[in-house]
């Protein structure tokens, strides 16, 4: 069937007065399923079988699931913390911790139950022994290994420091410099494939036979060209593959921002509220799956990455409720963008 472009004919109505003239970056090769990062964050996520194009997923619940508790904290813990005797002088642990570049240390006893930080240590009496500045660990800074490493992070934002309660009975450690790790940003990376993969059916189901004009109304005929060609080269391994699910991830939120009842859908009161989605979101896709992490995506500053990793998770949340506003049946198949 020869190849017809949808990138001319523009006319459009005022549903999206506007709108259109968005250009959009040119896919990025790290972008399309090659990328170690994403090709990690997708085996999470396709763990009970299935290719990297088109994954038969049970529901978005199921992938949300498998996203937030396929990694837990125990992966990111330090497994032996620095524990010191609480006869140590207290100038003497806090130049240990400072050499080490440490924040926290656990005072060696049995069974463990008090830590010591650089903050206390540092207003402490120069005779002081950690015995004196020592803190109780408490229920609320104890996490159990086992639990999702997305709810532990987010519960970094209250708390500077988690204890890990390993079933080997001794704790581990996590902290805000362990944001840096790579399962914190499979994870958020994880929750923007779902979230991507979902959105592809809310464009479909909500727009219908409209999606045409939609895309002609919100993006620019390059980038629709640019979009189409990449359709092209896409179903040559997956002859299925639609349009809206060959899209880059901007370009499905541009036409969700040019939208009223898109946004509507997915609870944004206005453009202005999507694109600032769009750009946050498509920085940490672009810095995580170019093998970044996601305190560096967060340009080093530990609460604004906990923040940005809650308002990933939040966005797929939000595409998996306008799913179920749509009806979309718990026996459907999605499709992860590659």
Not at 8 to 37: E, I, K, Y
Not at 65 to 86: C, G, K, N
Request: aromatic fraction near 4%.
């Amino acid at each position: 069937m020869p190849f017809t472009s949808i990138a001319s004919g523009f006319r459009t109505d005022a549903r999206w007065a506007g709108c259109g003239g968005v250009v959009g970056p040119v896919p990025s090769t790290a972008l399309d399923g090659q990328d170690v990062q994403v090709a990690k964050a997708k085996n999470i996520l396709t763990a009970f079988g299935g290719s990297l194009g088109l994954v038969p997923a049970s529901r978005i619940d199921d992938l949300l699931a498998i996203a937030s508790s396929a990694l837990t904290v125990e992966q990111i813990a330090t497994p032996d913390p620095l524990a010191l005797p609480a006869s140590a002088s207290a100038h003497e642990a806090l130049n240990d911790l400072r050499a080490r570049s440490f924040d926290f240390a656990l005072i060696d006893e049995s069974p463990l139950g008090r830590y010591v930080t650089v903050a206390a240590l540092e207003i402490a009496d120069g005779h002081a022994t950690l015995q004196d500045v020592a803190k109780p660990i408490t229920t609320r800074e104890l996490i159990a290994a086992g639990a999702g490493l997305a709810d532990g992070i987010e519960r970094l934002a209250q708390l500077p420091v988690l204890f890990v309660f390993r079933r080997d009975g001794k704790l581990g450690i996590i902290t805000t410099a362990d944001l840096q790790r790579p399962a914190v940003g499979m994870i958020a990376l994880s929750y923007v494939l779902v979230a991507e993969a979902g959105l592809v059916t809310v464009l479909e189901r909500q727009l219908g036979s409209g999606l045409l004009e939609a895309l002609r109304a919100a993006l620019s005929p390059v980038a629709l060209e640019r979009a189409e060609g990449l359709h092209e080269l896409k179903r040559q391994r997956h002859a299925e593959l639609t349009l809206a699910a060959s899209l880059t991830l901007s370009h499905r939120l541009e036409v969700v921002r040019c939208s009223a009842e898109l946004r509507h859908l997915l609870g944004y009161e206005s453009k202005r509220a999507v694109e600032a989605e769009k750009k946050r979101l498509t920085h940490i896709r672009d810095a995580l799956a170019h093998a970044g992490d996601m305190l560096s995506a967060a340009d080093g500053d530990p609460a604004r990455a906990i923040r940005e990793l809650a308002l990933t998770r939040s966005f797929a949340e939000k595409v998996r409720g306008a799913l179920q506003q749509l009806g979309v049946s718990p026996s459907g198949g999605l499709s992860l963008p590659n």
